[in-house]
């Protein structure tokens, strides 16, 4: 299983928030770039960052920071956070960004999702699936949709999406567990429809809880509070589980 750390990013900081609450924010570092590399040495083989300002404002914010960090490390970003039309995706790409993560975009506009694979293929476009008991959450997680997230995926999966992002937003930030029914659910549907690759996030606050994740069949996990909070030591965790 990978092992994905998050750099959460606003206003150029790195931060992490609280069930997705921008009122319930903890700053952890004012230089992305140094958290950034330490994750590298830890053996990281991706970084997961988001644009919670592009989140909020429906179009990436801070593109000039993580192009940034996609031309300074050695390993490749997957990027979330405000990617609402075909040119924020493709301007990322092109920026030296090695995947990019869709949410809101995947229900206001599906036909940008379809285009993005068709132009830049499958392994390059990912959704994010945020759900609040079960319903697809938009616009930064400040709005819940009445969508099943297992219906999103069936869409998604019918225009060409293989990957998903899957996040629990109850347990995000929170330390205490995934929801692990949840993200069994969500694998399971992926298997049934064929092919389908579930990287989980959310709740995450130790070993064993992606010891736990491995053996559900996620194809990855992303690790954010935990890390910073040091209950979670990530060259372990790479170690012991992490896909190379």
Known sequence: MEIIPAIDLRKGQVVRLNQGDFNRQTTFSD?????????????AIRIHVVDLDGALEGGPQQSDLYGALARDISVPLEVGGGFRAAE???????????????????????????????????????????????KVAVSGWTETTDIDATDLMTQMFEVG????????????????EPNFDSVAVMIQHGIALGGVHIIASGGIGELDHLRRLATLGA?????????????????????????S
């Open 161 to 176: 999406v293989r990957r998903f992002v899957f996040t629990d937003i109850a347990r995000d930030g929170t330390l205490t």
């Open 88 to 134: 924020h995706v493709d301007t990322a790409l092109a920026g030296g960004v090695g995947r990019v993560v869709l949410g809101t975009a995947a229900i206001a506009n599906p036909e940008i999702i379809e285009q993005a694979i068709q132009k830049h293929g499958a392994d390059r476009i990912l959704v994010g699936l945020d759900a609040n008991n079960g």
């Open 219 to 243: 194809e990855g996990a992303i690790v954010g509070t935990a890390i910073y909070r040091g209950t979670v030591d990530l060259t372990e965790a790479i170690r012991e589980l992490g896909a």
């Open 31 to 43: 230089d992305p770039l140094k958290v950034a590399q330490g994750f590298v040495d830890a053996g």
